[in-house]
């Protein structure tokens, strides 16, 4: 588990897990505020319904009723819908679709789930009953479900203003030289792949608790955010019209996001402005079955992809054409996920000259799709690995020499894809011989052959990854479609005793910045670990952020801080200059210690920052007293996080189970400041891909638009015992454009594993005939591509 | 109704609706908020506390049906001396927790765990986290700290 | 959930006196399956009448013909049972295959047979074992009391005392879980009994149900061979996302197999 000393570098025991593991931690639903009432939303039965009229008198006079809301109650305080962060335009230059995405449903529901009134009562109970009593007259509409079908016409439109479905189609890449390589090829590998949905599934469900003081003219938010500041953000310009400096958001523990609390819902944004409607705090905590239908979900796409190759195996061409399911309503980073976020990855680690993708994204009847764990990247590095792995066998070359052959060699950095971005380094080469190592491939074929005497099949798969992280460069992501900056603020304030509170924009819901915040601050400022304080998640006390999501955290919110405490240093130097009588360009610093050259005169960082709290001998003519410093850092680039995973499954034919017996991953997450806790954030993500490949779906009745998959009972969660026990190492290679040299490491394990899964099971079955396997490759799924492929042969 | 029984040592005695589950009791009634609710269909595990000395999920007992038992939550599992139990000092040893949701279920199930299945292989432990949902770690760190509070618990002698 | 009113009985007439006394009372046992449904608003009882209070419900007692258990006994006492494991050792692995370990602390035996989930284990157990049924009016052979989805030949308002399961020569219980709920997608009890073999199958059709085509093939030779080719009718099995009713068919031959050569 490594050292546990605080230093960068250091296996530091968390600060945080005290309150959690006593009880202490306080999430939102912990808070109940004085006079506080419950609501509880009415949500459509129906994925496609005209609504002609809603009925709330029967609701209004239940027990403990204090106001039944409906859209038309928001749309005479002309109360706006939820925004989409980020706009991207069609092939034909016009910006993409953009429907009117309502709080509560105007005229229509257009997905199970959707939401249609609010009942407020006095007790959650009453609330509940209440909301049994709204009468809404629905006439069902027919629904459309999968994104290929949408497009299709004839078909149900989610919204009547977009014809075909069809939020944009957009492209990226060169197509005539990508067409040039397709026709030169000695050989083509194509796929038809599906990017199966996902329901991220935070263990803490969503939840809210608004209030409004008339006497401040002031609400307060308490909410399950990723991303407070935003929220704020968009709730006041976007959402409510209200005067961003009124209200305050926070986000206190939360049990973890994944993307899925990254967005502002119609819940929190409703329960707000009805606080000052009904005058009392209200409350709200979804109930899982609520979180299944209304969470943004993840994925969803289909597929068609073809690779290119000479005659060595080199990669020479790369075609992609994919369909992405939006939903029924775009949410906030819905439109980039799909696009800036997936086809610029298409590059993989490798050297591929001509790169064409082609996206259209379309509208259904189903709950939005939004970003969750990896957004994009997972989807792109399925589309490449498969299409390697399958070259690989097609070639008859080694999965691990088509993919050297192919590699980005470490000399060719910086270097520039045909997909827009510009690696700035990594080793792949380094990673793959260690996964190799760790992994024993060399005595796989030994382990196949016993496991073949047990009736088992032994398979093994790899996936070498790349990712984008540390969203992102505020003047390129603008230029992109984002509307907001994204870069990340941070404040490091020196107390009159040296101790020291930081505030940061980048919240943390599991990821442990409380202590690796305070490593760096440790580290950097030689001040003990122990008195140093993290703050995040208050929009009153920390300056700005933009939360925490994309692996940004540390890459932009710790190089936010590591440029406040380069401030601190700085006028530190200036104090101690002038307290040590000598030229500042003589002091030098060192782990907290100010020193002046040559001599043992020296003063550590408290001596400083009391210094300047009690300014009696200090420059008070140059200097402000004081010793607080906050940064805003805009990353110059992205950062580029890769490994290597390897998988090794063994299939029972008999029952289609797929059993993980080995799974290896080394990545490459530059500098590590908390080894225990990037471990701990590949080990989650790993959980998730392996989710992806072998057990979770979301499955909507492709008819009746019912969510099939909407308890635990049907939709299946990674527990203990599906997984095995991981072998994890990193290969690092410093970014070398933050100061930190970090690169994120909290979505790695869920983009990287899903495609080794894959084809570690088709590598397994290949002995029976099976090709190709769909995720979730379920014991039903596998078994029928057993059944399937034997009937070939037979035939 | 009237409901008693003792909880975290203490004796309570409260006025509720039948309908009251004892995670509601907990939470709403008694202020202890650390059994969480992560579910509505009794599989996450999140609400985990121990019933008479057995590990059960308080979201799926009413508390009427607790009348007179000896209830323990994640509050009242260390011995009060502001020292963690030796289950929870090993979760924090092995970064058994990341956002810390499933955390207090977790460690409580842990604890019946052990007592009931000694010296089990990682194997057993896995299995027998079958009813608890961790969505950030997973597990191969729990399954440590399962292990090293085993460990732990044996040393002090207390199940 | 809905309200309703709650009544905590200590003895069986009592219980069956405040069931009759209302159209729409029911008993609660571990309520790992009433409660579920209660919070998801799936059913609306006027009365819970609590059986937990009531001693001479729980308890297990084995002399050498039979294991006789009682309704409120819960799955984790059968399955950690030194003498359940000794007599039936099938049974407590069956037990010990329920839900998870915090379900198997709480539900009981009574609630699980009484429901009849179509995917539940116990019934199973019932059947394959050929047990008998004691409830507060009769008793009921395993073979008249699973009558279809939820449905057992239990009238309204009779309860279940305990379950009589006679010591097999041998027998074996294994299920395959649906993955997501970890219910049996197929679970089978095999049993080579005084009476011949019993086969019974649960997780795959309406209610557990017998294999008669298996059980004469055994008969013959115990042997996982000599059902190889003894498949069960897929028409009548259950479909869902987990498992088309061909798989279903196919996986109680495999497991059947499975259980033949586990059986001890
Ligand atoms: C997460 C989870 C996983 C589970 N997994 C499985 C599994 O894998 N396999 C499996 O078989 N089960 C599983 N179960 C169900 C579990 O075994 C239940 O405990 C059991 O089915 C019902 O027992 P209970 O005591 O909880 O009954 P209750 O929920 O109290 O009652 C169930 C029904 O039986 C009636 N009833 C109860 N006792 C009697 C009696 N003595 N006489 C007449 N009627 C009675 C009640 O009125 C009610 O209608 C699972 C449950 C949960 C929550
Ligand atoms: S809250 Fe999920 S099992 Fe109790
Ligand atoms: S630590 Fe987040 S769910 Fe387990």
Known sequence: ?795 | MNVSMTVNGRSVTADVDPPTLLTEFLRDHLGLTGTHVGCDTGQCGSCTIHLDGRAVKACSVLAAQAEGARVVTIEGLADGNGDLHPMQAAFREEHGLQCGFCTPGMVMAAVDLVNTYPNASDTTIRENLEGNICRCTGYENIVRALKSGAAGMGDQGNG | MYAFGYHRPTTIDEAVTLLGQSEDASAIAGGQTLLQSLKQRLAQPGELVDLGAIKELSGIAVDGRTVVIGALTKHNEVALSSEVRKAVPALADLAGAIGDHQVRNVGTIGGSVANSDPAADYPAAVLGLGATVETNQRRIAADDFFIDLFETALEPGELIKAIHFPVPKRAAYVKFAQPASRYALAGVMVAETGDGVRLAVTGAGACAFRVPAMEQALAGDFSADAIKGVQVDADELNDDIHGTPAYRAHLVNVLARRAVEAAR
């Open chain 1, 1 to 795: 588990m490594g050292e546990p000393t605080t230093k960068i570098g250091g296996s530091t025991r968390r600060s945080e897990d005290k309150r959690f593991l006593t009880g202490q931690g306080r999430y939102t639903d912990d808070i109940n505020m004085a006079g506080q009432t419950y609501a509880c939303f009415v949500r459509s039965p129906h994925a496609h319904a005209r609504i002609n009229s809603i009925d709330t008198s029967m609701a209004r006079d239940a027990d403990g009723v204090l106001a039944v809301f409906t859209g038309e109650d928001l749309a005479n305080d002309g109360i706006g819908g939820l925004p989409c962060g980020w706009q991207i335009h069609d092939v034909s230059g016009e910006p993409m679709a953009e429907p009117p995405h309502p709080l509560l449903a105007q005229g229509k529901a257009r997905y199970v789930g959707d939401h249609v009134a609010v009942v407020i009562a006095e007790t959650k109970q009453q609330a509940r009953d209440a909301a049994e009593l709204v009468d809404v007259d629905y006439d069902m509409l027919d629904a459309v479900i999968s994104p290929a079908k949408a497009l299709e016409s004839g078909q149900p439109l989610v919204h009547d203003e977009v014809p075909d479905n069809r939020c944009y189609t957009w492209e990226l890449g060169d197509s005539g030289a990508a067409d040039e390589a397709f026709e030169r090829a000695h050989h083509v590998t194509s796929l038809d792949l599906v990017n199966n949905r996902l329901i991220p599934n935070a263990l803490e469900p969503r939840a809210a608790v608004a209030s409004y003081s008339p006497g401040e003219d002031h609400y307060t938010l308490y909410t399950t955010s990723q991303n407070p500041h935003l929220a704020r953000l968009l709730l006041s310009a976007f959402v409510l019209n209200l005067p961003e400096h009124k209200v305050r958001v926070v986000s206190p523990d939360v049990g973890g996001g994944f993307g899925s609390k990254i967005y502002p819902y119609a819940e929190e944004a409703t329960l707000t402005w009805a606080s000052k409607k009904i005058g009392r705090p209200i409350k709200w905590t979804a109930e899982r079955v609520e979180s299944f239908l209304s969470d943004a979900h993840g994925r969803d796409h289909v597929t068609r992809a073809e690779m290119a190759l000479d005659t060595d195996g080199r990669f020479i061409g790369m075609r992609v054409d994919t369909k992405a399911n939006l939903g029924a309503y775009l949410s906030t980073f819905a439109s980039a996920v799909p696009t800036i976020l997936y086809a610029t990855l298409l590059a993989g680690q490798y050297t591929t000259p001509a790169i064409h993708a082609r996206v259209t994204a379309v509208f259904t009847h189903t709950a939005p799709v939004d970003a969750y764990r990896g957004a994009g990247r997972p989807e792109a590095t399925y589309v490449v690995e498969r299409l390697v792995s399958q070259a690989a066998r097609d070639m008859g070359l080694s999965q691990a020499e088509i993919r050297r052959r192919n590699f980005i060699p470490t000399d060719a950095f910086p270097y520039q894809t045909p997909v827009a971005l510009n690696y700035d380094v990594g080793d792949y080469d380094a990673t793959l011989t260690r996964a190799e190592e760790l992994a024993d491939v060399a005595g796989f074929e030994g382990r196949r052959e016993e496991a073949q005497k047990r009736g088992k099949y032994r398979g093994i798969g790899y996936s070498t990854y790349i990712e984008a992280c540390g969203l992102a460069p505020s003047n390129i992501a603008g230029a992109l479609g984002a509307r907001a900056g994204l870069y990340e603020a941070g404040e490091v304030r020196l107390h009159p005793t040296g101790k020291v509170t930081v505030f940061t924009g980048s919240h943390s819901h599991g990821q442990g910045h409380e202590t690796t915040f305070a490593q760096i601050v440790s580290d950097r400022l030689g001040i003990p670990f122990d008195d140093v304080d993290v703050v995040h998640g208050d929009t009153d006390r920390s300056a700005f952020g933009m939360g925490t999501y994309g692996s940004r955290s540390l890459a932009v919110g710790g190089s936010a801080i590591v440029k406040a405490m380069d401030k601190i240093i700085d006028k530190s130097r200036r104090i101690a200059a002038h307290m040590l009588e000598a030229a500042e360009a003589d002091i030098e610093y060192d782990d907290g210690t100010f020193r002046v050259a040559g001599t043992d005169k020296s003063l550590s960082m408290a001596e400083v920052a009391f210094s300047a709290y009690v300014p009696h001998n200090y420059p008070l003519e140059q200097l402000e007293p004081g010793l607080d410093e906050s940064a805003f850092y805009d990353p110059t680039n992205f950062t580029y996080p890769a490994g290597s995973h390897i998988c090794e499954v063994e299939v029972d034919p008999d029952t289609g189970r797929v059993e993980i017996v080995n799974f290896t991953a080394v990545d490459d997450f530059g500098n590590v400041i908390n080894p225990m806790i990037v471990e701990g954030q590949v080990h989650g993500g790993l959980a998730q891909g392996i989710g992806q490949a072998l057990l979770e779906g979301a499955v909507y009745d492709a008819e009746s638009g019912q969510l099939i998959t909407g308890t635990y009972m049907d939709y299946t969660m990674p527990r203990a015992d599906d997984l095995p026990s991981f072998r994890v190492d990193t290969c690092n290679t410093p970014c070398t454009h933050n100061p930190l040299g970090v690169k994120g490491c909290g979505e790695a394990g869920a983009i990287g594993s899903p495609p080794a899964v894959i084809d570690a099971i088709i590598d397994a079955l290949r002995p029976l005939g099976v090709t190709d396997l769909e995720m979730p490759a379920t014991p039903l799924r596998v078994w029928q591509a057993i059944q399937d492929a034997q009937g070939r042969q037979v035939a």
